[in-house]
């Protein structure tokens, strides 16, 4: 069974930084593209970023380019997010997802989610 | 961007009704679009992909159709589990989500 269990959410102060992780198992995580996916709350979902099976791929949303930093470690089966100059517009849950597969090949929708983890920026 | 916009906003449905939701994108998609349910408090899940391929354990209640630019999420015999926010995703011109539509008790 797929499982993501993502960690590492709290409160933040505006300006400050975070860790969030997401630890994988039940699949080869080293084989799948990774993202991190965030929900404001009562609002919809958004792509925050995503890295390759290899790390040779990295794709930020706009609003989050140089405050993030999306890493990954395939021998610990984790996918990172480091998360700095928070500010309160960054306040959502974080959900770990993995890109789902169309036959052989991977395709940019998800079919496995983690719970989530809310980050709560706040002075 | 491609925007998605899914209609309508919300849906009041009596249960073991059929409840009808559209996604319409801005450029043609293809078949490249997925549906998700989000139940409160919980993650979402992955209902449809290919515009019609239900996702493994997904009830066959739930039906997807259309392409090109215009989508349908179909759940037939409403149970009181689906009662839900569903979203719609392009992924064929790198990926958006649509707003959502809430699907509430009539």
């Known amino acids: 069974e797929v499982q993501l269990v993502e960690s590492g959410g709290g409160l933040g102060r505006p300006g400050g930084s975070l860790r969030l992780s997401c630890a994988a198992s039940?699949?080869?995580?080293?084989?799948?593209?990774m993202n991190w996916v965030r929900q404001a709350p009562g609002k919809g979902l958004e792509l925050v970023a995503s890295?390759?099976?290899?790390?040779?791929?990295?794709y930020y949303t706009e609003s989050v380019k140089g405050r993030f930093t999306i890493s990954r470690d395939n021998s610990n089966n984790s996918l990172y997010l480091q998360m700095d100059s928070l500010g309160a517009e960054d306040t959502a849950v974080y959900f770990c997802?993995?890109?789902?597969?169309?036959?052989?090949?991977?395709?940019?929708?998800?079919?496995?989610w983690g719970q989530g983890t809310l980050v709560t920026v706040s002075s | 961007e491609i925007v998605v916009t899914q209609s309508p906003a919300t849906l009041s449905v009596s249960p073991g009704d059929r409840a009808t939701l559209s996604c319409r994108a801005s450029?043609?998609?293809?078949?490249?679009l997925a549906w998700y349910q989000q139940r409160p408090g919980q993650p979402p899940r992955l209902l449809i992909y290919?515009?019609?391929t239900r996702a493994i354990g997904v009830p066959a209640r739930f039906s997807g159709s259309g392409s090109g630019t215009d989508f349908t999420l179909t759940i037939t015999s409403l149970q009181s589990e689906d009662f839900a926010i569903y979203y719609c995703?392009?992924?064929?011109?790198?990926?958006?989500f649509g707003g959502g539509t809430k699907v509430e008790i009539k």
């Open positions: 450029q043609s998609l293809s078949n490249n």
């Open positions: 995703q392009q992924y064929n011109h790198w990926l958006t």
């Open positions: 997802a993995r890109n789902g597969v169309v036959g052989a090949t991977q395709a940019f929708f998800f079919d496995s």
């Open positions: 290919s515009a019609s």
């Open positions: 890295v390759s099976s290899g790390s040779s791929s990295i």
């Open positions: 039940g699949f080869v995580f080293s084989r799948y593209t």
